[in-house]
């Protein structure tokens, strides 16, 4: 095994770490919506979401910078450039994620100095890290970027999904430079800040999972790498040509020029003509191996990639994101819902594809099969459709009383709190966070034990399949 | 747009895709599992389909740029699923020739064909 993919093993680990994490502060945002004075004063809601959040971001972020470790050094035939560097700075980004948690956990707001911008909290959403712990990650993913890129020049091996992973890396690393600057002018900070947050999962993200999951089709279902290649140049083209302009969507409401309602409407609109372009693939590939492969979780996460994708980003986002809707659903549990969603089907489920594959290769599995996927699939996916249903009727519930009705008043919001279908889908979703962190539980166990401590019924051993 | 035109019509957004979606599974399942009798179904579908964006232009407050939109995307997504099912048939048919060192076949009609010989 390469360095490299030992590194990518520290990272898949950390990854599920994070996961759970970010399942356990999301498990508690949810309970203070059905009892707000929980932990108040103590450790409070928004504390706990922006750990969540920032967990989220992480988490997933670690199992792409893991999926890439473990597949370039298959790709380019040779270990990975500036492995070592590598191998220190995941130390350093535990390291940082442990600090800025702590401090979030610990101190968690300050003056609005530039002590505090530097060394508590940046007070952007989703991009919460002080700046020091912002240029540690961007140091991380630039000598990721390095180790890519460098490995590819010098094995000369410039395959197409190589070429369109380091045309990746640069906006991957450019837009997050989006997460330092502090513009006192709201609209313009708002316009720099969905670069960051929309560009970053709706391109570039899209694209490296895009790369990660031809690799993994590759290695799972032995597909030709002309037939992959082929296909991610085409989702390529049509994710970033409906994606980029689809920024818009994110323009509505925050003092952009009027426009960005036709452009963000238009190209969000069309979002979700690919998405149905990868189902019909996730079905062809499903069809042609008859449902079977020598990784069913794999390969069970990989088709649930393509669903969740479809109608988590496809459906749910194309309910609200027209601007007559928009109006009054934006940033309600409608939102919520639509993020949940696509967040776990575009990504989460291609990461826990990319680990299972890792686990078969280091375990020495011929095949991986038994109950423990099973379960974990089941409620991981059961926990999701759950919440993410009754964050829909209560999204629709806060957009019909509180927005059409209320006019957005502080009173409007106050008497949505008393409203049964809101209340009661507040309680469903922390119910099916529940089914969910469980899920996580059974994953976690499976990922752990699989091939190692359970038997040749639940994973075969390559010396259990050869005799 | 009152409160329940607001719900109604995002309603209607979301099974207008979900639909689509439906059809596109039905299509590709037909074609996979060679079940010709799931084509009628994903054909109902995608008349549902074509149902709600009916539904859409003539009875929401939708904008007239956002119901033009909506038509042009329904005859795209009527479109999508056998476009694509003939490219992957014909990427993978284009693959195979050249392992074998033939010259690429031409996209035939039936390729669900091809998937049955692979078995």
Redesign the interface.
Known sequence: MYRSQRLALKYFAAAVVLFGVMTLFGLSSAFYFVHPTFLLNTFNFNTSKILHINTLVLWLLMGFFGSVYWFLPGETGREVEGIGAAEVLFWVFCVVIAVVAAVFIVVQYGPGTEFTLWFINQGRKYVEAPRWAAIAIVVVALVFAYNVIASTVKSRNYSGILMVLILDLIPLCVLYLDAFPRITNMSKDLFWWWWLVHLWVEATWEILIGCIMAWALMDLLGS?R??VE??LY?EVALVLGTGILGLGHHYFWIGTPRYWL?VG??FS??E??PL??M???A??D???N?MQASNRPAFYWMLAEAFGN??GA???G???T?P??N???HGTQWTASHGHFAFWGAYACGVITVIYLAVQKTRGCSRLDGRAWKWSFALLNLGMLGMVGALLVAG?DQ??FER??GGSTWSAFVALQHQPWYTEGMWARFLFGLVFTAGFAVLAYDLITLGRIRGVEEAEPVKAAAA | ???YA??G???L??A???L??LY??L???A???ERPRLRPAAFACYALHFGVMAVLVIAT???G??KI??VG?CL??FA??PI??R???S??R??EG??HGRKPRKHVARPVVS?RS??
Do not use: C, D, K, N
Request: charged share 5%.
């Open positions: 030709s002309r037939v082929s296909w085409v036709g409407g238009f609109a069309l979700p003509l149905l372009g189902v019909i693939h079905i062809y499903a069809g042609v008859h479809f109608i496809g459906v749910f194309f309910m609200m027209l007559q809707i109006l009054y659903s629709i957009a019909f059409a009705l | 747009m009152t409160a607001m719900v019509t995002a309603l957004l979301g207008f895709v979900l689509a979606g596109g599974l299509y590709s399942l074609m996979v599992l407050p939708l904008g740029w956002w939109l909506i995307s795209a997504y999508i699923p694509t099912w490219y992957l048939v990427l993978h284009e693959e050249s392992h998937i692979r078995a």
